[in-house]
């Protein structure tokens, strides 16, 4: 899909913004979740790379990689409160995301203000991709 999206924006000429979405366990492994992690690793790939495709006209491609988000898709894992809390324990910021946050994120690609951006992929996980103070317990610091 993004290949057709990328080629009929090529051929139009006037640039344009085609956004992704990852997942944050593209990054961090988790558990019994191996396929979806690989998945998710190849749609960041996909990005950078269509983005070296279509730079040349004016094309942009970024990539979303949201942590577990509250939708109704997720209740299996948000309304059961064992779930939820071992997850949210897992952040940095000890929340799971809302689905507003994400489409911010989104809407931040897409904006013009952004049009200097390409082939980046932004983690909207609550630091869970890259910070990890519960080791520095750890580490005793």
Excluded at 8 to 18: D, L, P, Q, R, T
């Amino acid at each position: 899909m993004t290949a057709g999206a990328g080629h009929k924006a090529a051929g139009a000429g006037a640039g344009g913004s085609i956004v992704l979405v990852s997942a944050a366990l593209a990054s961090h492994g988790l558990p019994n979740f191996e396929a979806m992690s690989a998945a998710k690793a190849g749609v960041e790939g996909l990005a950078r790379s269509a983005a070296a495709s279509y730079a040349r006209h004016n094309i942009r491609v970024n990539c979303v990689a949201p942590g577990l988000t509250r939708t109704p898709q997720t209740t299996k894992f948000t309304e059961n409160n064992k779930v939820a809390g071992a997850s949210e324990q897992m952040h940095p910021l000890k929340d799971l995301a809302t689905p507003e946050q994400v489409a911010s994120a989104l809407a931040f690609f897409l904006a013009p203000e952004s049009s200097f951006i390409t082939g980046q992929v932004l983690a909207v996980d609550g630091g869970l991709s890259t910070l990890h103070p519960h080791h520095a317990q750890e580490y005793g610091v």
